[in-house]
């Protein structure tokens, strides 16, 4: 049975940082690239990064996060995690990360949520003072 559990979301002062984590149970997510997502109440589900798969996939961060977050994995872990850093209130959402069985992110598509297959339940980051 495949599945996604995020964890690290919570309650952060602007400027701060957090660091997600999607831990992939039953499959190896070597050949996999996974994405991140968040959504904020009353908005559409937007495509925040996505790492391609191998040990040091390619990357790709929406504008509104680029310098901000990182994306990484640790395929021995099977693992994905994403660092996020200078914080602010537009970046509170429920984030979730999925997986893309194709394998390679792309800068055109990589935010399309209909080419992930599998998701997370989502863990709720809030970034207020």
């Known amino acids: 049975q495949v599945q996604l559990v995020e964890s690290g979301g919570g309650l952060v002062q602007p400027g701060g940082s957090l660091r997600l984590s999607c831990v992939v149970s039953?499959?190896?997510?070597?050949?996999?690239?996974i994405g991140w997502f968040r959504q904020a109440p009353g908005k559409e589900r937007e495509g925040v990064s996505c790492?391609?798969?191998?040990?040091?996939?390619?990357?790709y961060y929406s504008d509104s996060v680029k310098g901000r977050f990182t994306i990484s994995r640790d395929n021995a872990k099977n693992t994905v995690y994403l660092q996020m850093n200078s914080l602010k209130p537009e970046d509170t959402a429920v984030y979730y990360c999925?997986?893309?069985?194709?394998?390679?992110?792309?800068?055109?598509?990589?935010?399309?949520?209909?080419?992930?297959?599998?998701w997370g339940q989502g863990t709720q980051v809030t970034v207020s003072s």
């Open positions: 039953g499959f190896t997510m070597d050949y996999y690239a």
């Open positions: 790492i391609s798969r191998g040990d040091d996939g390619a990357t």
């Open positions: 999925a997986t893309d069985p194709y394998g390679y992110c792309s800068s055109s598509s990589y935010y399309s949520p209909h080419l992930y297959d599998y």
